[in-house]
């Protein structure tokens, strides 16, 4: 049911996607050294979950995509710099991203560190190229910086690996880590989607409502994902905490408020409304 449900979803997905890695491309054109390393993590073929949420947001609020794609792109290179940065040795220390060598085992730890670095720069350089106005260029790197620095998935990441694994974690401890090493970004590509778009005060409290809970329950899925894949977890997560059925439930609950958050948007939120399906159903 739920797979017929996301034919509209589908269709979304396969007109934008080539859009999305069209104009990438473009933001990566330097034979340099640098710039291959950059391209090496960012033009993967990875599922570009954060853009596509920016472009339907702003389809939501009745914008045109062609207005928010270099927006798009600047989230997906801050978003592709947390991935090189999480890989390395001093942090999760991953050998493999999405089935290839991770850019520090391709490229060595110095490199890896300094495309990661060129990456989320340069995503700050196409937001303020790409944003006409002033009022709304302060804004839009106001709600940028946030997500990812101290605040939001910078700061949640250090909450992370701070975590003791001898002692038992409260779900609620748990829960804000989530929101903000995974949920903030994914939070922030709708906030910004909408901005760009001319959206009322009214949907923007309602896509971050949204944002808030696709964001906690895409983490709690990565959590069962690895769960079931691994046959010792040493670190604290949710399932490990409460148990498959359980983890499930949460997931199920926040995927319903999430929906219940874009009743304002009418027909125009269904293609989110589908990506909350997708969130809570995935299975990699």
């Known amino acids: 049911m739920v797979q017929k449900k996301m034919e509209r979803l589908n269709f979304f997905w396969k007109k934008n996607l080539p859009l999305l890695e069209k104009e990438l491309k473009k933001y990566i054109r330097s034979n340099s050294l640098l710039y291959k390393v950059m391209a090496y993590s960012l033009l993967d073929g990875g599922k570009r979950l954060r853009p596509l949420l920016v472009l339907a947001a702003s389809e939501s609020v ?68 790409t944003t006409k106005e002033a009022g709304s260029l302060k804004q839009v790197l106001k709600e940028v910086s946030y997500a990812c620095g101290g605040e939001g998935m910078i700061g949640g990441q250090v909450m992370d690996i701070t975590l003791s694994s001898k002692f038992k974690v409260q779900s609620s401890k748990l829960e804000k880590i989530y929101r903000k090493k995974t949920g903030a970004l994914i939070k922030v590509c709708l906030k910004i989607g909408a901005l760009l778009s001319g959206a009322k005060s009214d949907q923007l409290r309602a896509l971050e409502k949204y944002g808030e809970n696709i964001g906690l329950a895409f983490q709690i899925g990565d959590d069962l994902i690895d769960y079931k894949q691994q046959k010792e977890m040493k670190l604290w997560t949710y399932p490990r905490i409460f148990g498959i059925k359980q983890t499930k439930k949460r997931i199920k609950e926040l995927t319903m408020e999430a929906k219940k958050a874009l009743k304002i948007f009418g027909p125009r939120g269904k293609i989110l409304k589908e990506f909350a399906d997708l969130v809570s159903t995935r299975k990699k």
Do not use: Q, W, Y
Not at 91 to 103: E, I, P, V
């Open 62 to 129: 009745g914008g045109k995509i062609e207005n928010v794609l270099p927006a798009a792109c600047a989230l997906e290179m801050i978003h592709t710099f947390s991935l090189i940065h999480d890989d390395l040795p001093a942090l999760d220390n991953d050998d493999f991203r999405r089935g290839k060598l991770s850019s520090h085992k391709k490229f060595g730890e110095a490199l890896a560190i300094l495309a990661g670095d060129a990456l989320l720069t340069k995503a700050f350089e196409i937001l303020a190229e």
